[in-house]
Nanobody, 118 residues
């Protein structure tokens, strides 16, 4: 059974940095894309950043230049380096894994809270 284990969330002051990690396990030998989504209270879940197995990246406009997504393909792990954090970055951050094997499979982590104080 596929599991995504996230770590690295916490409380930080505005302007600070955090790094989120998400490790996939349970029979995953490769992936098509991994990414991070976030959901603030009362808002819809939104894409923050995504990366394909080939290294192509995509970022939300609100985080471009501040966040960097990267992977360790050998470890099926995705990272999100967050810098210059703002109070509006406060949300629960969810790791996502997309795998194609005859059809698309979509997996989610349990979420990690990021709180940015002003």
């Amino acid at each position: 059974q596929v599991q995504l284990v996230e770590s690295g969330g916490g409380l930080v002051q505005a302007g600070g940095s955090l790094r989120l990690s998400c490790a996939a396990s349970g029979g995953i030998f490769s992936f098509n894309a991994m990414g991070w989504y976030r959901q603030a209270p009362g808002k819809q879940r939104e894409l923050v950043a995504a990366i394909t197995s080939g290294g192509h990246t995509n970022y939300a406009d609100s985080v471009k230049g501040r966040f960097t997504i990267s992977t360790d393909n050998a470890k099926n792990t995705v990272y999100l380096q967050m810098t210059s954090l703002k109070p509006e970055d406060t949300a629960a951050y969810y790791c996502n894994l997309k795998v194609y094997s005859s059809k698309w499979f979509d997996y989610w982590g349990q979420g990690t809270q990021v709180t940015v104080s002003s």
